[in-house]
């Protein structure tokens, strides 16, 4: 059973599905480059926090109903954010694509599925729906 740990505005969430386990980063509405980043900054404290519980947990990006990412956001949740991930030792990332065309092809952020580099391995892998996400993360997080 989800739980929500955290909430911005009524227009992001962080759930926690301990059956994956993962958190679960669902965005609605534009956020702005601050807000974007305190939000995934507060995820990133809590996801350590449940790691404690679980050892080997998931980060779920729903970002279905996200509009564009600012350039800059794009590069600091690569760059910075998923770098400090996974140094606390967070090895997998799924993302639900948005269901926007446009959105997905003008963000180089949905382009395919990688190994996030300066990572040590953190494997970025996209997806159309929740369910096949929170199944990749399952059978993954099973393996590490």
């Known amino acids: 059973m989800k739980e ?3 909430a911005t505005r009524g227009v992001s ?12 980063d669902t965005i609605t509405e534009f956020l702005y480059s601050d807000e974007f980043r305190e939000h995934l900054n507060n995820g990133l404290k809590l996801l350590i926090e449940k790691q404690r ?3 080997a947990i998931g980060w779920l990006a729903n970002t279905k109903y996200l509009g564009a990412i600012p350039e800059d956001d794009t590069k ?3 760059e910075d954010w998923m770098v400090r991930a996974a140094q606390a030792g967070i090895r997998y990332v799924a ?3 948005p269901d926007d065309e446009v959105v997905r092809v ?3 952020f949905f382009d395919g599925d990688f ?6 391995g953190l494997i970025l892998k ?7 996400a929170c199944e990749w993360l399952q059978g993954s997080l099973i393996k590490s």
Do not use: A, Q
Not at 126 to 132: C, G, T
């Open 4 to 6: 929500i740990l955290y």
């Open 13 to 24: 969430t962080i759930e926690y599905e301990p059956r994956v386990p993962c958190l679960i």
């Open 53 to 55: 519980i679980h050892g």
């Open 76 to 78: 600091w949740v690569i």
């Open 95 to 97: 993302t639900v694509l």
């Open 106 to 108: 003008g963000n180089d």
């Open 115 to 120: 190994v996030v580099p300066n990572t040590n």
């Open 126 to 132: 996209h997806f159309h729906n929740l369910e096949s």
